[in-house]
């Protein structure tokens, strides 16, 4: 059935934009007896493995066919193992370009009993459906149970890790994993957003403060007061901001700086949503064009083009401010590449500072509860070297002298 489906698909039905077959798609059902009735409901272009589960030299076969084929299954729970079992057969063999897609037939129901009353339009909108390989398997991780604890989130994530690590090529291993950041922090950001009544809500899902300040019931794991009133937790407000700002725009201004670097550049995470949400529309644009091609101006052009200009200015205008002239567009590629490796090296301790802040925080409260005076008093220490880390991190001047005389500029030197 592979020789006729070939035909279907380069065969003179490609002109007519209602015909599935002229889609140029190869869709695979589970068994030949689908194939039979698709071919009589018109559909031409459908094939089937005969006897066994879809392998990878089927798959193969699939592929020399058409770039993305149609993976169709019973939205049964054997159907859906079935495709599951396919994802994970396609996975290490992505390339550029080539993936598959999975299209799920209503519960109880085969192609055969689609067809059978109403001709093609009910299949035909089944694969007007089709989910892409990456939903596919989100989905399915995401259906195996509760997300409420650190513990629980952190399992997703590591099974989701687990999963593309397989992917042998590494540019598309790349923007699975980065796909896989991106559902990840949208997945999990409701969790700590406020809900209702002005609450705002922790892991454990308790009251904190609400909006007019009313303190809810206190757990181990909210920041005490004189904490929150500290010098770390103030860098990470407003400094964290500025490093984030710097990070972004540096490489708006010289896109060339992922090339060295791309994998630890890539796995950056920002705090500020609208920052994370350019930084994924950038990594994108870096998708399309790559080398000497990925200049500013056409990584500008584009950006613009999803509506981040404002957002762009936006930045330009806060590093111009604090006279950080490394990210700017007229900086000399040395003087942004020293400047962007400081801002990161800042963004990247300041982030385990504060991951050791809230764990002594935690350990703390444990330690209160079960009276051992001893293991507080050490826990204290610890926690105190933590602040004055903190405090010497947020000292410490990200533009050390020297920086920006290539850019003909003098440290400090405003230039509104």
């Known amino acids: 059935n592979f020789a006729r489906a070939r035909r279907a698909i380069q065969g003179p039905g490609r ?32 094939v089937a493995p005969l006897g066994t589960a879809l392998t990878e030299n089927q798959l193969e076969l699939l592929w020399k066919m058409v770039p993305q084929p149609v993976l169709c299954f019973d939205g049964d729970g054997a159907g859906i193992r079935a495709a599951n079992r396919a994802a994970e057969l396609a996975l290490p063999h992505l390339k550029p370009g080539r993936s598959v897609r999975f299209a799920l037939l209503p519960d109880g129901k085969d192609p055969d009993d689609l067809v059978r009353d109403d001709g093609r339009a009910p299949f035909d909108k089944v694969m007007s459906q089709a989910k892409p390989l990456s939903e596919m398997l989100w989905n399915r991780e995401i259906n195996t149970g509760k997300f409420d604890t650190p513990e629980a989130r952190a399992e997703l994530e590591a099974r989701l890790k687990q999963l593309v690590a397989v992917i042998a090529d590494e540019n598309v291993r790349r923007h699975y994993q980065q796909d896989i950041r991106d559902r990840l922090n949208a997945f999990f950001q409701p969790q700590f957003q406020n809900r209702g009544n002005g609450e705002r809500r922790g892991f454990n899902g308790r009251a904190g403060r609400d909006n007019a300040g009313k303190a809810g019931p206190k757990s181990p794991n909210v920041i005490s007061d004189r904490l929150a009133r500290s010098v770390l937790v103030r860098g990470h407000q407003d400094n964290t901001a500025l490093r984030e700002s710097v990070l972004a725009l540096t490489i708006v201004n010289h896109p060339s700086l992922m090339i060295d670097d791309y994998d630890e550049i890539a796995a950056i995470e920002y705090d500020s949503k609208p920052l994370q949400r350019l930084w994924s529309a950038m990594l994108g644009a870096a998708a399309v064009v790559a080398g000497p091609h990925l200049t500013r101006e056409y990584l500008t052009e584009r950006l613009e083009f999803e509506g981040f200009g404002p957002l762009i200015k936006s930045l330009d205008q806060q590093v111009r401010n604090a006279r950080l002239w490394t990210a700017t567009e007229e900086a000399a590629m040395e003087d942004a590449r020293e400047g962007y490796r400081q801002a990161l090296a800042f963004h990247k301790r300041a982030k385990a500072l504060r991951r050791q802040k809230i764990e002594l925080e935690r350990e703390i409260a444990l330690a209160t509860e079960a009276g051992d005076g001893e293991a507080i008093a050490q826990l204290m220490r610890a926690q105190q070297e933590v602040h004055f880390e903190g405090v010497r991190l947020e000292n410490q001047e990200a533009i050390i002298d020297g920086f920006g005389v290539l850019s003909g500029r003098v440290k400090g030197a405003a230039n509104h």
Do not use: R
């Not at 002229?22 to 272009?45: K, P």
């Open 15 to 46: 002109g007519d934009s209602q015909d599935d077959n002229a889609s140029g798609t190869i869709i695979a059902v589970e068994g030949y007896m689908d194939v039979i009735a698709l071919y009589q409901a018109g559909v031409e272009n459908a």
